[in-house]
């Protein structure tokens, strides 16, 4: 399973530090210093675990991650801290933190606790997967979603099979599946100067 990563800090240095300790494990990485784009990744479904900035000027760490589980019950959420009080911790435990990584980052500590939680995030997606739709596989529709939202245009099944390298059937039953859970918008129009059916369309709904 592929894992992605997601992180919100309002200091662009800490931000650029753990995209290059990701970089170097392998791992896909978002940053944003807007806690509601780090919300709307979770809403959307398109990271694994997202780590979050206890001091925060605008929104604080901890209201991120208690919005973040009501959002989602499967992503890990992680805390970037100075803060070693007990009561800081039980405070961010009770708002849906699963642990957390300390101020200055080291990679040692973050590739070791990343690697840890990987187990944690893929034992949740894959409770939560056995009751969604059957025979959908969570790194084909993110693939799908990621290619959308780059693109930043409206493709057909067809472009997208040729883009991704599925099949026109497979490309097809994930844009549809996407667009069920509001991650897609879908137009239907007619292939300029042809006549007969129109054809459907998809665009990314990045919010």
């Not at 001091?55 to 901890?62: D, Q, R, V």
């Not at 997606?125 to 009751?131: D, F, I, K, Y």
């Not at 497979?170 to 996407?178: G, K, M, P, S, V």
């Amino acid at each position: 399973m592929s894992l992605y990563l997601g992180a919100v800090d309002d200091d662009r240095e800490v931000l650029y530090t753990l995209e290059v300790m990701a970089s170097s494990q392998g791992w896909s990485m978002r940053t944003s210093d807007d806690p509601e784009v780090a919300l709307n990744w979770v809403s959307d479904d398109t990271i694994d675990v997202l780590l979050v900035d206890f001091h925060m000027p605008i929104m604080s760490g901890l209201e991120v991650i208690r919005r973040a589980r009501k959002l989602s019950s499967s992503v890990v959420l992680m805390a970037l801290t100075v803060e070693e009080r007990p009561d800081v911790a039980r405070e961010l435990i009770m708002a849906g933190a699963d642990d957390f990584v300390s101020k200055p980052i080291r990679l040692a500590d973050f590739s070791a606790r990343i690697a840890l939680h990987r187990e944690l995030s893929r034992y949740r997606r894959a409770a939560r997967w056995e009751g969604g739709d059957r025979g959908i596989s969570e790194d084909t529709a993110r693939k799908v979603y990621d290619l959308l939202l780059s693109k930043g245009v409206y493709l057909s099944a067809s472009e997208v099979a040729d883009l991704t390298g599925v099949s026109y059937p497979t490309a097809n039953r994930y844009l549809e599946y996407l667009v069920r859970r509001g991650q897609l918008k879908k137009v239907r129009r007619q292939e300029d100067g042809r006549s007969g059916r129109p054809r459907s369309y998809y665009c990314g709904s990045q919010r």
